[in-house]
């Protein structure tokens, strides 16, 4: 049945299709072709698709990385390679801390059935509504006058690994509920204490799980913009922050900062393509558990 | 004796560094904000220096118009937005509910505009809706029509953030639909196609009542998230022009950061986190009413 409904598919269900991967590629594809313009292409009136690429605008925006001086770039502007190093750094130490705090918390919930999972999942969405910009004051506050820690990679990393956790400690739950009781006695029987059952028994097994939540992490931590901007000062700035600092009103190198947009982009285009199961699975999840 | 002892602290042990960042990170900040709403404190004094003014940030915002006005369009913003994407997406996936070959591609594909950062999504919306060098009135001008004002214009700039918005987050309502058709129980749709029922009866009696659930909790999750919307609309109108575009998140960060009024913003974000509570308990409410149902109808199917 299936094969011969496949077969007499409509000509016009392929032109949706077509239609709708257009309609999301489209702005991303334009984002990639701006960025590989100069800005006489940029602002001329001709076909926007006839035009020679050139890495210029990246070459602008890594001067600082770069092994070789690019000829065109007469000033090099060290803020954006510089946000960028700031960026890798918060996000992967954010993910790491959460993955492993996120995954002793859930272990702990689940085998030694410490809270139901009512409580658990009525906690994440809790914290799932809270809007960052709501943090913002107090964030603010107390970073800078009771923690002292505005304007460093820890003060940052803290409220990202905060607010990620709750959903982390969610979604490996479900994963975790699935390690068969047994694996763990049979591990206890051969002599292994509790710490060693949790990173050779059930790590391993739960892997799809630290994949979703390691990628909703990253993600939340390399986008983020609001507490960045109000936490961190100029020399640990994030590619997001820089990003807005340099739209002003008029006259927007737009080359410039699509290549910054793209740079941007980029892992979680990566991450996307090669773990793309894993995030459906973390999305849905929270729909359609609750 | 050592091992039991330790065996019963175990699970402290594995608890406590998350217990302790959500504390300082999470809970002892939203503590924080709730006191900060009552005081007048801008973001030069300690907040011990910070006068106790009660209720007055509350009322005060109740009269203020600028805050009504944001209210408004935080309101509808987030309901036309979720509207039209459920409507879309639902849509979308009842169309394309059949076996496609490649469907993983096409989801991999649809979920890309929800991965990159709002602030590039902002930035490409912002660059396409550009007056002379974007895509849009570029093209309305090759066919000779007239050019239409995005972003400057206050009612097209709220069209343009909720087509942006749609752009992005349709996907996620389709990708959700999608899923819950395809695990619908078959016998219904048998029953009903042996019987005659026409493709839009299907859909009507039978597809739309049994996805309701999921619907229902995609809906509320969507309508949390719309009034969680900054970045996109910072980057595209920064909330202009004038206020028309200046949603809730927006305003609060505009308080505290420009008008330096802290006590205020907290105020406010203690609205919004009230109203986003009422929303939340809802859903969860709605989760424990449909999961009670299913387990009395399993009991009585049981018996008999």
Redesign the interface.
């Known amino acids: 049945m299936t094969t011969k409904t496949e077969n007499r598919q409509n000509p016009a269900f392929y032109a949706l299709i077509l239609a709708l991967i257009i309609m999301s590629l489209g702005p991303i594809i334009l984002m990639l072709t701006t960025s590989l313009k100069l800005n006489v292409d940029i602002m001329s009136d001709a076909s926007s698709l006839l035009f020679a690429p050139t890495l210029n605008n990246y070459e602008t925006v890594l001067c600082d990385v770069l092994w070789y001086e690019p000829g065109h770039v007469d000033y090099c502007n060290p803020t954006f390679s510089r946000a960028l190093g700031n960026s890798l750094i918060i996000a992967l130490v954010s993910t790491a801390i959460t993955l492993v705090l996120g995954c002793m918390a859930a272990y702990a919930l689940v085998r030694f059935k410490f809270m139901g999972r009512g409580a658990v999942s009525l906690t994440t969405l809790m914290m799932r509504m809270v809007p960052p910009a709501v943090l913002l004051v107090p964030v603010f506050g107390i970073w800078t006058f009771n923690y002292g820690l505005d304007g460093t990679y820890s003060g940052i990393i803290l409220v990202y690994v905060a607010m990620n956790l709750p959903f982390v400690i969610w979604i490996l739950q479900s994963f975790i509920v699935q390690v068969p009781i047994q694996l763990e006695e049979a591990a206890k029987m051969d002599g292994a204490n509790p710490l060693q059952i949790f990173f050779l028994v059930v790590l391993p097994v739960i892997k799809p799980g630290l994949a979703a939540a390691a990628i909703f992490t990253f993600r939340i931590a390399w986008n983020e913009f609001l507490l960045a901007n109000a936490l961190l000062d100029r020399g640990t700035r994030t590619v997001p922050v820089t990003i807005v600092n340099s739209l002003t009103e008029y006259d927007i190198d737009w080359g410039v900062i699509m290549a910054t947009g793209m740079l941007l982009a980029v892992p979680p285009i990566i991450f996307t393509f090669i773990a793309s199961k894993q995030i459906i699975t973390g999305m849905t999840a929270g729909a359609v558990k609750g | 004796m050592k091992s039991a002892r ?2 019963k602290l ?3 042990m ?2 406590a ?3 302790l ?2 504390a ?3 809970l ?3 503590a ?2 709730v006191y ?1 709403s009552f005081l007048s404190w801008n ?1 030069s004094q ?2 011990g220096e910070a006068d106790w003014v009660g209720l007055k940030n509350y009322s005060d915002l109740l009269v203020d118009e600028a805050f009504r006005e944001s209210l408004w369009v935080t309101m509808k913003f987030a309901f036309i937005v979720v509207f039209v994407e459920m409507l879309v997406g639902v849509g ?1 996936a009842l ?2 509910d ?4 490649g469907i ?1 591609v ?8 929800m ?7 902002g ?6 809706y550009h007056p ?2 974007g ?1 849009f009135n ?1 093209t309305l001008k090759d066919m000779g029509f007239e050019s239409i004002p995005w972003l400057s214009d206050s009612t097209w700039a709220l069209v343009s953030v909720i087509i942006a918005d749609v ?1 992005q987050w349709t ?2 309502i389709f ?2 639909s999608l ?2 058709l395809q695990s619908l129980p078959k016998s219904p749709l048998e029953a009903a196609r042996i019987d005659g029922a026409t493709p839009w009866q299907q859909i009507i009696y039978i597809k739309i009542p049994l996805m309701m659930p ?1 619907l229902i ?2 809906l509320l ?1 969507r309508l ?1 998230d719309a ?2 919307v ?2 996109v609309i ?2 595209m109108t920064n909330g202009g022009p004038g206020l028309s575009t200046e949603i ?3 305003r ?2 505009r308080t ?2 420009e008008f330096r009024e ?1 006590g205020e ?2 105020a406010m ?1 203690n609205y ?2 009230l109203f ?2 009422l ?2 308990m809802a ?2 409410i709605y ?1 424990k009413i449909v ?1 009670t149902r299913k387990e009395k109808l399993l009991a009585a199917a049981e018996e008999g």
């Open positions: 330790l065996n175990t699970p402290y594995f608890l560094p998350a217990g960042v959500l300082l990170g999470l002892y900040p939203i924080y904000m900060a973001p300690l907040i979308l169309l394309l059949r076996n496609i070959r993983s096409l989801r991999t594909i649809f979920i890309l505009p991965m990159i950062a709002p602030i590039v999504v930035l490409m919306w912002r660059y396409m002379s060098v895509i570029k752009w996907p996620f990708i959700l899923a819950a999921v909790v995609t999750l949390i009034f969680k900054l970045e910072l980057v809730m998140a927006l609060i960060s505290a950061s802290l913003a907290a974000s919004l986190l986003l509570l929303l939340t859903m969860f989760n999961e």
